[in-house]
């Protein structure tokens, strides 16, 4: 069976007790509603675990006035662990970086650890410390569910500060512009409003441990070759109603200590030292009272950035010079740097420690972890994160009669594949396959890893009535051999990226689609089981009847990809980024970069700390889609994606009846879901929205998660976030709603038009 939206007029539910729910979001600093994904939770918040810290910064300020110049000084330059033996008197822990504290003011020294998708030990700076690794960020948004991207955060917050960590370096909130981006699989995908609740509520549960959580690279860090020599330029307009609107709803709702500024340039100054990001739209548009860290060697300046608004340079050691130390003194010495301006900086780090709890309950002691308890979180996610894209003739779940089933390719005997860079997570269990990289920027902190999490052992114990065997794949004709031979042949494949270098192209590695071609054609009843760290190409489509899009599973992920084939789970994952049909499909039809920079840029860009101011120029990348990132580029040029951005299948069947649009101050749908299939199962109402008249594609203005028993029914009612109505206008400045007509979808994908219907909106302003 396959989910489908059926337009149903029919009056009353059916087989179920009738259920309302109304899906309405918040907005912090605009008195309007908007949507949220969260159906059975209040909006997270990460003030229900934190102490009233209104007064936070009258606190921070009052213990700023007593620090000496170099006191203050001492605490807006961190160090890098790895290189900065010999430059404290504390216990350095091998990870990110390390900030003293003041004891005789009981300023805590504070620990900072990479954490995107668990604490981070990359390349075992840490011997035998492991933990628990969570599943892909696309994974997590694949969800369209804030509870557990929230319990994710929890989670990981609550191991980093039992291995004494205050800081954790997550919420990354980058939208996924270009499909080969190699930090792709770390963010929330392609749409501001799920990836700013998400990260938001990433965020909150990261803090509810009382330490801090960043949101970063604030901003337009959107590929990873050449990182640190882009330009990335983009309107002003374009640019908040895009990739700064994720960032400010994840602001708004998960409330981050600090944010972190990125490598590249924006509009021609480094995101570390760019003013308009930093102090115009971050500090004082929005309000922000926490403090800017700089990414590790994203720092070239001293006083241009801390008067633009950098407030701390997070590991100087990789900079090409330590800035905010003796040379920032001494630009405030000679009046480059206002006193006013350094103790601001000082306030913000210290309201951001305050505001999160890290500022009194620094994590001082190490405890002890519930690793199997923390290993069922990142379980859940993987399992409500998984898509199921393609499922003809009903191939999936597993029949329980077959007898032999064959598992080729992608080491499922032993484990499910993990990115690279600094999200790595050593995990529970170890790495049962660790290939380490010989070239390329990525080289000194990744490696190639698998999680011990074995689909082969899962997939046996979930159907021990057959006989469940695996092949490597590397002979594809024995490959096809062994597939026709069997019952049933799932192929694994896989696709390993990281950060710091993008992919050349968006084909799977290795030969796997002549592997999966040819296991096809042998064996009708193929399913792909896809590890990738995004979209890629799918020759072999058309020929394979099952295909599932499993990401990077993490800590349990052989557990979860067995759940799903064998119907234990109901597959309800959607997907958060569009699979393209062809890479021509993309706004940019080859990654950017590899062709751009010179043989001294490269080196420049993998090496910033050693590179020259002239091999530091960088090469401009024109954002020409503006705010139509995603699936609003392809709606707007036309092109059909191979897999839209919503799209998911289930094992059940949705209907959706009675629909009714409402206008007014908001916008809204209601409607009855109602559960039609024999399983229970989880389906993803999506509403899109545009201006009848206007040219600019539909956006995704509101999401919920419901789960339903079979013949269960329920009232469920999207309400529009006001900013995806509005246009930002800059010479207002701010959101202008325009009144008038506006179209509405009620959809299961980004594509889908089944269910159209149009209210009228009345004018409305809000502030930027």
């Excluded at 939770?41 to 170099?70: F, G, K, L, Y």
């Excluded at 390993?496 to 084909?507: M, N």
């Excluded at 191979?642 to 749908?669: E, I, Q």
């Excluded at 207002?732 to 980004?750: C, M, S």
Aim: net charge neutral; with cysteine; proline share 6%.
């Amino acid at each position: 069976m396959r989910s489908a939206i059926k337009p149903d007029k029919s009056a009353g539910a059916q087989g179920g007790s009738a259920m309302a729910t109304t899906i309405h979001g918040w907005l912090l600093g605009a008195s309007l509603l908007c949507a949220t994904g969260a159906m059975s939770a209040a909006p997270p918040s990460s003030s229900a675990d934190a102490p009233d810290n209104s007064d936070a910064r009258a606190r921070a300020a009052a213990i700023v006035a007593r620090m000496t110049i170099d006191e203050k000084i001492a605490l807006v330059h961190g160090l890098f662990p790895p290189m900065a033996k010999g430059k404290t008197v504390n216990e350095l822990i091998p990870s990110a970086g390390h900030i003293d504290g003041i004891p005789r003011l009981g300023v805590p020294l504070i620990r900072e650890s990479d954490a995107s998708l668990g604490v981070a030990n990359q390349v075992e700076q840490r011997k035998g410390d492991v933990a628990t690794a969570l599943p892909s960020g696309l994974a997590t948004a694949s969800t369209f569910d804030p509870a557990i991207a929230r319990a994710g955060g929890a989670m990981i917050g609550a191991e980093a500060r039992a291995k004494r960590f205050d800081v954790l370096l997550a919420g990354g909130v980058n939208l996924t512009r270009d499909p080969w981006n190699g930090r792709n699989f770390e963010y929330l995908g392609e749409d501001p409003l799920l990836a700013g609740t998400m990260a938001g509520a990433h965020i909150s549960g990261v803090q509810s441990n009382h330490i801090v959580s960043t949101i970063k690279h604030f901003a337009l860090n959107s590929q990873e070759t050449g990182r640190t020599v882009v330009d990335a330029r983009i309107g002003e307009a374009a640019l908040r109603e895009s990739d700064l609107l994720a960032f400010q709803i994840a602001i708004e709702t998960g409330r981050p200590g600090s944010v972190m500024c990125a490598y590249n340039k924006v509009n021609g100054d480094w995101a570390c030292e760019n003013a308009h990001l930093l102090t115009d739209i971050l500090k004082r548009d929005w309000g922000y009272r926490g403090w800017v860290m700089s990414d590790w060697g994203a720092v070239h300046s001293t006083a241009k950035a801390a008067n633009a608004g950098l407030d701390q340079e997070s590991g100087q050691e990789l900079d090409r010079a330590v800035y905010f130390a003796d040379a920032l003194k001494a630009d405030i010495v000679g009046g480059r740097v206002r006193m006013a301006r350094l103790d601001d900086m000082v306030t913000r780090y210290l309201t951001g420690l305050i505001e999160t709890g890290a500022y009194d309950a620094p994590a001082s002691v190490a405890q002890p972890i519930p690793y199997a308890a923390h290993a069922d979180v990142a379980e859940r996610a993987a399992e409500a994160g998984i898509v199921l894209l393609k499922n003809d003739g009903g191939m999936l779940p597993l029949a329980r009669t077959a007898k032999r089933v064959v598992l080729i390719g992608g080491r499922a005997d032993v484990g499910v594949l993990s990115g690279g860079g600094s999200s790595q997570v050593r995990s529970v269990g170890g790495a049962p396959v660790e290939i380490p990289l010989t070239s390329g920027a990525a080289a000194s902190f990744a490696r190639i890893t698998w999680h011990a999490s074995s689909p082969l052992l899962a997939i046996r114990a979930a159907m021990p009535q057959a006989r469940v065997t695996w092949i490597d794949g590397r002979d594809v004709a024995a490959a096809a051999a062994a597939a026709k031979a069997a019952d049933v042949a799932i192929v694994f494949a896989t696709q390993w990226t990281t950060e710091a270098q993008d992919v050349p192209d968006l084909s799977l590695p290795d030969h796997q689609d002549e592997l999966i071609a040819a296991v096809a054609a042998a064996q009708p009843k193929t399913v792909a089981v896809m590890e990738t760290g995004g979209p890629v190409l799918m020759p072999w489509l058309s020929a394979v009847p099952a295909v599932v899009q499993a990401w990077y599973p993490g800590q349990r992920g052989g557990t979860a990809i067995a759940n799903i084939l064998t119907g234990r789970v109901n597959p309800s994952g959607r997907l958060p980024i569009t699979f393209p049909a062809a890479a021509a499909q993309a706004p940019r039809p080859a990654p950017v970069g590899l062709n751009a920079m010179t043989a001294a840029d490269a080196q420049a860009a993998a090496d910033p700390a050693h590179a020259s101011d002239h091999q530091l120029a960088s090469f401009p990348v024109d954002y020409v889609e503006g705010a139509n990132v995603g699936y609003r580029w392809y709606e707007k040029t036309g092109a059909k994606p191979l897999f839209p951005f919503g799209h998911g299948l289930s094992y059940t069947d949705f209907v959706y009846r009675n629909p009714v649009v409402t206008g007014g101050a908001t916008l809204s749908v209601s409607f009855e879901l109602v559960n039609t299939g024999r399983m229970a199962g989880a389906d993803v109402p999506q509403m899109y929205v545009t201006r009848d008249g206007s040219n600019v594609p539909m956006r995704l203005a509101a999401f919920t998660r419901v789960m339903l028993k079979p013949g269960e029914s329920r009232r469920v009612t999207l309400v529009a976030e006001p900013r995806i109505l509005a246009d930002y206008d800059p010479k207002l400045p701010g959101w202008r709603i325009t009144g008038g007509r506006y179209r509405v979808a009620l959809a299961r994908d980004a594509n889908d038009r089944t269910l159209v219907s149009s209210a009228t909106v009345k004018a409305a302003t809000m502030k930027p």
